[in-house]
DNA sequence: CAGTATCCCGGTGGATACTG
DNA sequence: CAGTATCCACCGGGATACTG
């Protein structure tokens, strides 16, 4: 698909609203990058998402796992373990995401400063 | 910058969801888009952003602004006119949204069909 | 035309306690 | 270890009325 129809998709509010407010909520982009450098155990990720709780995390990765972005898989020992990784689209998604993220470090500090700029303008 | 550092920043949590919670937001990608064509007068966004509130349009244009994403011009005539633009870093965020726009399209049947297998699962 | 000002509801996400 | 279950605070966003 080109960028022109990805233009006129936008235009038509085709979902893309949807999946942006998808990936957009605080913790599933930290979740998926987490993912992105090898499957995870749920405390291991806890641990590495600074912040969130437990709630939110099973939350998230059970949306995620809804979504068929990450795979759940349960070994049945005791105590149990339960090891989660991205599936193939997940991996594409985080690629997407890496570029989306490129843009923001680009330019965090211009939006800081603008920020600033326009608050002390007032 | 190249991939692994962008990887490595977004380990370090720093500011790219931040970001993403900033752009992704109900509003902000469909007026991004429409000034993507061109600047815009008030109304004539809100005509074009089906669903937005004079409220959200306002809140969200002043962030844009804020950001230093949009140019606000006024002409004073009576009636008053005020023109919306994309500045030049709006331009560049309409660029990368829109490759996040090209997986959201790419990839919304998969994650439709993944939701309805896994709600029948249940 | 291009906004402000209020009021209010629902949902996201935090804290905490409990469980197989 | 890997979750569930509750309760609750906050605020994004809708509806409506008003203004320079």
Known sequence: MNMTNV??????????SEVLGRIGDKWTVQIVVVLSRQPERFN??????????????????????RDGLVDR??????????EYSLTKTGVSLAEAVRHLAAWAIEHREFIRDSRARYDDAR
Not at 8 to 16: A, D, I, K, M
Not at 73 to 82: A, I, L
Request: hydrophobic residues 30%; positive net charge.
């Open 44 to 65: 291991s990720i806890k641990r590495q998402v600074p912040g969130i709780s437990q709630q939110m995390l099973t939350r998230t990765l059970k949306a995620l796992e």
């Open 73 to 82: 898989s349960v070994r049945h020992t005791t105590p149990p373990q339960v």
């Open 7 to 16: 233009l006129s998709e936008l235009s038509n509010c085709s979902g893309v």
